[in-house]
C-alpha cells in the first residue's frame, strides 16, 4: 500500500468530521420534527368530557337504530322491535287523516263563515226600524196641517220608531242565522285545538329511555286516546260544520219566505233534499258497515250503538222486501218464459208424473 502524504491525510480527517457533523444536524432536525408531532399529537388528544360526550351519541344513536332489533338477541327486542314498525305505520296513517280533516274544517269553516256573515249583516236592517217611516210620519202630520185637519194631524205619531218592534217571524230567522254562525266559529276553533292535540302526541308520543321505554310510552298514550274518545272529540268538529251548514240554509229560506216565496221555494227545495241524501247515507253506514259512504256523523252514532237499534227495525223489513222481489222476479219469469206452460194431466204423456200422481189436476210440461 502506498502511503498518504500529511497533506492528504489532514483533508481525509476534516472530509470525515464534515460528515460527522451533518449526520449530526439531520439528527438534531429529526428529533425537532418528532417534537413537533408530539406536540400537534399532545394537542389533538380528546380530553374526558369531549369523550362522555361522543359516547353518549354513540349510544343514542344505538338506541335509535334497528340493528338490534335484527340481531335478534332476545325475544323482547325482537317484540319491540316490530312493535315500533308497526306503530310507526299506525301513527303515520292517524295522523294524516286527522291532520287533513282538520285542515278541511278550517278552510270550509273560514269560507263559510265569511258567508254567514255577510248574509246576517244584510238581514240586520230587518231589527231595526226604517228611518224613511219618521220621515214619511212627519210629511203626512204637516199635509194633514196644510189641509186643516189639526185633529188627525195631532193624533198620529210624529216618531213611528219609538212603537216599533220585530216581528217574531225575524227574531227567530236572526236566532237561526246566528246560531249557524256560532257554529261554525266553533268548529274552526275546535279544528285549531285538534291540530294542537296531534302535534302533541307526534311529539311526546315516545319520549325518552330505551326502546322497550319508548314503546310503553307510546301504548300508554294510544291507550289514552281509546279511553279519552279522542276520534269521537276530533270527528264532532265536521259534524258542528254541518250542522251549521242546515242551519244556514233554513234561515235563508226563511228570511227569502217573508220577502218572496217562490224564490224561497228554490232555497227549501235545496236544502230539503241535501238534508235527505245526508241522512240516507247516514243510515246506509249504520246498516252496512262496509258502505261507502262513511261520514263523521256515522262513526259518532255507531259509537253510541245506534247501528243495533237500526238494525233491529231495518232487518224484518229487509228480508220482507226481499221477499217481495223474490216473488215478483219469478212471476215476471213465468210471463215472459215461452218454454213452461201448464197443461191437463190427461192430456200428459205420462212422463212427468209418477202413476200415483197423475190424477193431479195440472202439471208442468217442458
Same mark, same amino acid.
Given at each position: ?126 231589527? %231595526?226600524? %226604517? ?46 242565522? =246566528? ?21 302533541? =302526541?307526534?311529539?311526546?308520543? =315516545?319520549?325518552?329511555?330505551? *326502546? ?42 226563511? %228570511?227569502?219566505?217573508? *220577502? ?59 228480508? =220482507? ?46
Amino acid at each position: 500500500m502506498c502511503c498518504l502524504s500529511e497533506g492528504e491525510k489532514d483533508m481525509a480527517e476534516k472530509d470525515v468530521v464534515e460528515k460527522d457533523v451533518g449526520e449530526q444536524d439531520v439528527v438534531e432536525k429529526d428529533v425537532d420534527v418528532v417534537e413537533k408531532d408530539v406536540d400537534v399529537v399532545e394537542k389533538d388528544q380528546p380530553t374526558l368530557s369531549e369523550l362522555a360526550s361522543v359516547m353518549k351519541q354513540v349510544l343514542d344513536v344505538l338506541q335509535d337504530s334497528t340493528i338490534a332489533s335484527k340481531s335478534g338477541k332476545d325475544h323482547r327486542s325482537r317484540f319491540w322491535g316490530v312493535y315500533k314498525r308497526v306503530a310507526e305505520e299506525h301513527d303515520g296513517e292517524f295522523l294524516e287523516r286527522y291532520t287533513s280533516d282538520m285542515d278541511i274544517v278550517l278552510v270550509f269553516s273560514g269560507l263559510f263563515s265569511a258567508v254567514s256573515t255577510s248574509f246576517i249583516v244584510a238581514m240586520e236592517s230587518n231589527l %231595526n226600524p %226604517n228611518p224613511s217611516d219618521t220621515t214619511n210620519a212627519l210629511l203626512t202630520q204637516l199635509v194633514q196641517i196644510g189641509l186643516g185637519n189639526l185633529t188627525v194631524a195631532g193624533t198620529a205619531a210624529a216618531a213611528p220608531g219609538s212603537t216599533w218592534s220585530p216581528s217574531p217571524t225575524t227574531v227567530w230567522i236572526q236566532m237561526i242565522a =246566528y246560531a249557524s254562525l256560532s257554529m261554525s266559529l266553533l268548529a274552526a276553533f275546535g279544528a285549531v285545538l285538534g291540530k294542537q292535540w296531534l302535534g302533541y =302526541y307526534k311529539s311526546n308520543r =315516545y319520549g325518552r329511555g330505551s *326502546q322497550e321505554e319508548r314503546g310503553k310510552r307510546r301504548q300508554e298514550t294510544f291507550d289514552g286516546i281509546i279511553t279519552w274518545y279522542f276520534d269521537a272529540v276530533v270527528q264532532s268538529f265536521p259534524v258542528l260544520l254541518q250542522i251549521s251548514l242546515l242551519l244556514f240554509g233554513i234561515a235563508l229560506g226563511a %228570511n227569502l219566505w217573508t *220577502q218572496q216565496p217562490s224564490i224561497a221555494w228554490v232555497i227549501i227545495a235545496t236544502t230539503t233534499f241535501g238534508f235527505l241524501f245526508y241522512s240516507l247515507t247516514v243510515m246506509a253506514c249504520l246498516i252496512s258497515p262496509a258502505c261507502p259512504f262513511q261520514t263523521p256523523i256515522s262513526t259518532i252514532l255507531r259509537m253510541l250503538r245506534i247501528d243495533k237499534v237500526l238494525l233491529l227495525i231495518f232487518t224484518p223489513a229487509s228480508r =220482507y222486501i226481499q221477499q217481495l222481489m223474490m216473488s215478483a222476479h219469478g212471476e215476471l219469469y213465468c210471463l215472459t218464459c215461452p218454454q213452461v206452460f201448464t197443461i191437463p194431466c190427461q192430456v200428459c204423456c205420462g212422463d212427468c208424473l209418477a202413476s200415483s200422481d197423475r190424477d193431479g189436476p195440472d202439471c208442468l210440461k217442458h
